[in-house]
C-alpha cells in the first residue's frame, strides 16, 4: 500500500539516528520511471526552509527522480550552511542512485533553528538506499512521523493504475499548508504538464481545508510522482480525481492525529455568496479558541461561532444567520434556536453547519478543539 | 479615583441578582454637566450586541448624559427582544435620571444568546440611581467585573482638570477592541467635536494594540464623557494625550488580568517599512498559539516567531531577520544568534523585539501566552 502501490516506485524507511528516540527518520522514495514526471506545492510561508527552497528548483522543470525525507529537524532558519546541508543531501541521494541531484526533492521536519547531523543524515540515506523495496511505503510512511501517533497512509485503485500516498503532519495545519509532508505516487500514464494543475487542484480542497492551530509551517510539502509504469493512460480529470481520493484521506488522517485534540471538527458553511466567502468564514470559526475550547468543553457554544463569524466580510446578514451543532439548530435568524442541551458533544467527530442564507456556495473546513494536551505538548517540548 | 476622580461625575455599582455569584453586577455613571459631549467606539464584529446597536445611535449626536452598564448577561444574539430590553433599560435611566433616553449609553457583558432578567436589571438600576456617588467610580468598577480578579482604573491629574476611566475585560482582548467595556471620564472643558478624534486616536494605540487571545467580541464599547466641571479648557492634543494615558493603563491591567495567562508579553517590530507592516507582523506573532504556548513553557522558541513573521505581507527579507527574547539575540539573520539557554522566561512580562530591517516604524502589540488555566476557563465554564 501507501506510495508504492502503484507500480514503478520503490521506498524504504531507516534508523539513522537523527532522533534521540531512536525511531526511524530517514525515508527515501525512488521513482524508477519509465516516466520521471514530477509536480509540487509547498508552503506559502515566506520565511521557508532550506529543503524547500532547494526543492522548488527541483520541481521547476517537472522532473522528479528521488524524494529524500527526514524528520528529527526541520533545516530551518538555518542560513547558508543549512542550505548546503541540503544540497549535500540531495547529491548524496543522486550519487547513490545514479541520478542527478536537480532531481531530488528534499524534505525535513522537527526542530526549527537546528543544524542536521549531517553524517548520521548521509549514512542514513545509504542505509535506505539500500533496502529500497516494492513494499517499502509502509516503512517510509513511519519514518517521516514526528509527533504523530501512527502512520498516514492512502491508496485508489483505478482500472490498471492507481495512486498511492503518506503523509506526516499532527499539529501545524493550517491552509496553504501545515507541518506536513505528504508524497503521492501513480503509474498512470499522464501528461508531464497535467500533473501541476491536478496536484493544486487536489491540495486546494483538502489539505488546504484543515487547520489545527493556524499556525504555519516553514517546510510544508506535498509531491506528486508520476512513473507511467501500468502503461495505462489516464485522463487529467480522472487523475485529477483519484489524487484528490488520496488527498482527502489522508488531510482526514491528519486531523485525526493532530496534536492533543480531542475532538474532530467539521465546519460547514452553506448558502455562502461565494467559495471563497464560505472558505473565509470556516476559518474564522476554525482559528476561533473560544470557540475551540467551547468544544473540548462540550459546550455547544454558538454564540462564539457566530462572534466569529463576525469577523469576516464575507457577505450574510447577523439577524439571518442559523447554526446547527451535531444536527440541533441552537441559533436561528442570529438569535436562540433549539435548546443547546439537546447537543451531544462527547463523541470524537463535531459537526457545525452554518447557514450564511446569502447565496449557493458552500466549503468544509477541517479542525480541533483547543486542549489541555495541546498547551501540553506546545509548550512542555520544544518542535 | 476612577471615573468619578473629574469633577462633574457620579457613579455607582450595585447588586441586582444577574450573576449567580451575588456579586456587584449592575453600574451606573452619570455626567452632571454642565457639558454632557460623549463619544464612542465600538466593536467592529459585525455580529454586534443590542446594546452596541443602540449606544451606536445615542453618541451619533456627540450627546451622552449616562451609561449604565451589566455584567452577568451580554445580550448579544437576542433578536428583537435583545434589542427591545435594551431599549428599555434606556428608557427606565432616564426615567429615573430626568434624562432622556437617546442620551443613555448602554453596555452589557457576560453569556451571549440568553436575555437578560428585565426586572432585576431594572430594580438594580434604581438601586444604582439612588447610590450614586462622587466618590461612587470604585464601586462601578467592581460591579462590571466578569473573569476579572481584579478591577481596573486610571486617572491622571492635569493643571486644573484631570482624566478618570474604569474598564473591565480579562480574556477576548483584540485588535478593534475585545470584551471589553471602558468608560472615560474627563471634567476639561473641550470642543465637543474633538473628542470623537480624541479617543479614536487614543485606543487606536492603546486596546487596539492588546490582543490577548485573538478573540473579537460582540460587546465592545468605549465611551468617553465631557463634563466641563472643571471650568478649565484643555486643547485636543492636550486631552489626547492624557486620554490616552488612562486608555494605555486600563489596556495594561486587562493584559496583566487576562484569563488564564501566566505571562504578558510585549512584542515589538522595529525598522519596519510602515507602522502598518509592524502592526501586522506584531499582531500574527500575537495570535501564534505555538509562539503562546512556547511561552508558557519558557521556551524561548524564536523558530516560531520567524514562522508567524512569514505568514504576513509585511516587507522583509527573511535572511535579515533579527529576533531578541528578553534581551538575548536568540536569532540573527534569520539564523542561529545567541543561546536560547540564556533567556530568562520566569518573569512574569516576556518582551520580544524583532528587527525586520526594513525601515523606520515601529510598534508594539501586546499579548499573553496560552496556557492550561486558559483552555480550563473556556471550556469548564459556559462565558
Redesign the interface.
Known amino acids: 500500500m501507501s506510495v508504492t502501490r502503484p507500480a514503478g516506485f520503490r521506498a524504504a524507511g531507516v534508523t539513522a539516528g537523527l532522533k534521540a528516540s531512536g525511531a526511524p527518520d530517514v525515508a527515501l522514495v525512488v521513482n524508477d520511471g519509465p516516466d520521471h514526471h514530477g509536480a509540487a506545492v509547498f508552503t506559502?510561508?515566506?520565511?521557508?526552509a532550506a529543503p524547500v527552497t532547494w526543492s522548488r528548483q527541483v520541481v521547476a522543470d517537472g522532473r522528479v527522480d528521488a524524494v529524500v525525507l527526514n524528520s528529527g529537524g526541520?533545516n530551518?532558519?538555518?542560513?547558508a550552511q543549512?542550505f548546503a546541508d541540503t544540497h549535500r543531501t540531495a547529491e548524496h541521494v543522486a550519487e547513490v542512485l545514479g541520478a542527478s541531484a536537480g532531481d531530488v526533492v528534499v524534505c525535513s521536519t522537527g526542530?526549527?533553528?537546528?543544524l542536521l547531523p549531517m553524517e548520521r543524515l548521509l549514512a542514513g540515506v545509504d542505509a535506505a538506499a539500500a533496502s529500497l523495496a516494492d513494499d517499502g511505503g509502509p516503512a517510509a510512511a513511519t519514518a517521516i512521523m514526528t509527533t504523530d501517533t501512527v502512520s498516514k497512509q492512502a491508496q485508489v485503485e483505478r482500472d490498471g493504475w492507481s495512486v498511492g500516498g503518506m503523509a506526516k503532519g499532527a499539529?501545524?495545519l493550517a491552509p496553504a499548508l501545515a507541518t506536513m509532508l505528504v508524497v503521492v505516487t501513480t503509474d498512470a500514464v499522464v501528461e508531464a504538464d497535467a500533473l501541476d494543475d491536478v496536484l493544486r487542484a487536489a491540495t486546494a480542497a483538502t489539505f488546504d481545508r484543515i487547520d489545527s492551530?493556524?499556525?504555519?509551517?516553514?517546510n510544508d510539502t506535498v509531491v506528486l510522482l508520476a512513473s507511467g509504469a501500468s502503461g495505462v493512460t489516464a485522463s487529467a480529470g480522472d487523475l485529477a480525481e483519484a489524487v484528490s481520493e488520496v488527498c482527502a484521506s489522508l488531510a482526514r488522517q491528519l486531523i485525526a492525529d493532530a496534536e492533543g485534540a480531542h475532538h474532530d471538527i467539521a465546519i460547514k458553511i452553506r448558502s455562502a455568496a461565494t467559495e471563497a466567502d464560505a472558505l473565509e468564514v470556516g476559518r474564522a470559526i476554525a482559528?476561533?479558541?473560544?470557540f475551540k475550547?467551547?468544544v473540548?468543553?462540550n459546550?455547544p457554544?454558538?454564540?462564539?461561532v457566530?462572534?466569529?463569524?463576525?469577523?469576516?466580510r464575507a457577505a450574510?446578514d447577523?439577524?439571518q444567520?442559523d447554526v446547527s451543532i451535531n444536527g440541533v439548530q441552537v441559533?436561528r435568524?442570529?438569535?436562540?434556536g433549539e435548546d443547546r442541551s439537546l447537543v451531544d458533544l462527547t463523541g470524537r467527530e463535531v459537526h457545525v453547519l452554518v447557514d450564511l442564507h446569502a447565496g449557493a456556495e458552500s466549503a468544509t473546513v477541517w479542525t480541533n478543539d483547543?486542549?489541555?494536551d495541546?498547551?501540553?505538548e506546545?509548550?512542555?517540548?520544544?518542535s
Chains 1, 2 share one sequence.
Open positions: 506559502s510561508n515566506r520565511v521557508e526541520a530551518a532558519c538555518t542560513g543549512g526542530l526549527i533553528g537546528e499539529g501545524m492551530d493556524g499556525c504555519q509551517s516553514t482559528r476561533n479558541n473560544l475550547c467551547a473540548f468543553g459546550d457554544n454558538w454564540g462564539r457566530l462572534a466569529a463569524v463576525g469577523t469576516t450574510f447577523p439577524h444567520l441559533c435568524a442570529g438569535g436562540v483547543l486542549t489541555h495541546y498547551v501540553h506546545n509548550s512542555a517540548y520544544s
